[in-house]
């Protein structure tokens, strides 16, 4: 929203909220795997880590409710910027280099196949808003209200949820104020 021009502008607390609010950076790499490395060195095929790897996640889309058919590398924060500023291609191929460093046993087993940063992302710059100290008491009560014509939704103006589901909420509340209006 700190792309949108609003005339007339926004009452002070919202104009405040859009422009101050920061957002959680994250990129995301999905690779493909072509045999199961984690058996052969006895290791889980998820990791949590400190290390340029990130989150690893075991996607879980086989046959069955326990094949791994790929790998989910989450970066957040700092590390979701140092992979936007390697760029897409150079962040996979360095994701899939370490793993294959720390773990041996990945050697020629991980594919990147996709790179997405919420944070480069030009209609998100970020996956959810983090609120800084006094940003909650200061502007979330009036941050969903009305501008007038503009109703607000969005996980950051959720009261009961965060995430997917704060979206939803504030969703449904947006429906009831435009249809009560």
Do not use: C
């Amino acid at each position: 929203m700190r792309r949108i021009a609003f005339w007339p502008g926004l009452p002070e607390p919202q104009a405040r909220a859009i422009a101050t609010v920061p957002y959680q950076q994250l990129a995301n790499i999905f690779a493909t795997v072509s045999r199961p490395f984690w058996e052969e060195d006895k290791l889980g095929p998820g990791m949590w880590t400190n290390s340029p790897l990130g989150t690893i996640y075991p996607q879980l889309f086989g046959a069955t409710d326990t094949e791994v058919t790929g790998l989910l590398f989450q970066a957040r924060g700092e590390l979701a910027m140092a992979w936007d500023r390697m760029g897409r291609d150079a962040a996979m191929a360095s994701v899939v280099q370490t793993l294959e460093q720390l773990r041996p046993a990945a050697k020629g087993a991980v594919k990147a196949v996709h790179y997405h940063s919420w944070g480069a992302d030009e209609y998100s710059t970020g996956a959810w808003a983090v609120f800084m100290p006094g940003q909650i008491r200061d502007l979330h009560a009036t941050m969903a209200q009305p501008a007038g014509r503009v109703h607000f939704a969005g996980e950051h103006t959720a009261t009961g949820a965060r995430g997917l589901e704060a979206a939803l909420e504030s969703s449904e509340r947006v429906a009831i104020e435009v249809l009560s209006a």
